[in-house]
């Protein structure tokens, strides 16, 4: 949670130093089948995996956990984990792996009624613009309804920033 606040740098640098520690308590993890506790911290990691630019690597990772047995099982971690996954393919240019993760990631907050996670999920289409602008509106949109329903600021912002940048490139 240290990543979408003012404490950003310094937990950024702190998840740097424990990388390979990461690393390793992912493999064991995969390893062992452990596939909710190897989805939340997948999960849980994409942000800083596409902060530092390590888009490749954070996709293997969350390609492993959810791949592993009875992953459907977890649907809050696995759509936390498919949200990442979506957002680091359209960084690295796979539209569509990174719309059906995106959207499988939605459908599943959807399903569980997860606002907080439908509203944040909303707003990881942004790198998307040229590519879905149609549908892209309304995704934001309801991200900002959400988020000011819920409370969520750091949502909220996001949500309208995105928004700001899509009206501005396409209107």
């Not at 957002?87 to 569980?112: D, I, K, M």
């Not at 949109?141 to 600021?153: L, M, P, Q, T």
Request: charged share 20%; aromatic share 8%; hydrophobic share 40%.
């Amino acid at each position: 949670p240290h990543l979408k606040d003012r404490e950003q740098l310094t937990w950024l640098r702190r998840l740097e130093l424990e990388h390979e520690n990461l690393r390793a308590a992912l493999h064991w993890l995969i390893e062992q089948n452990e596939t909710q506790v190897a989805l939340r911290l997948a999960g849980a990691l994409w942000r800083f995996w596409h902060s530092r630019g390590y888009w490749s690597e954070g996709q293997h990772w969350l390609h492993l956990a959810l791949n592993l047995p009875q992953s459907e099982s977890f649907p809050d971690a696995r759509a936390k984990a498919l949200g990442g996954a979506g957002r680091l393919a359209l960084h690295l240019g796979n539209t569509v792996a990174g719309r059906n993760q995106l959207g499988a990631c939605v459908a599943l907050y959807r399903e569980s009624g997860n606002k907080q996670g439908l509203a944040e999920s909303l707003t990881m289409w942004e790198v998307n613009y040229r590519n879905a602008p149609l549908t892209l509106r309304p995704l934001l949109e309801e991200s900002i309804h959400i988020a000011r329903e819920i409370g969520d600021r750091w949502i909220l912002a996001t949500a309208l920033q995105e928004l700001g940048c899509f009206l501005l490139s396409h209107e």
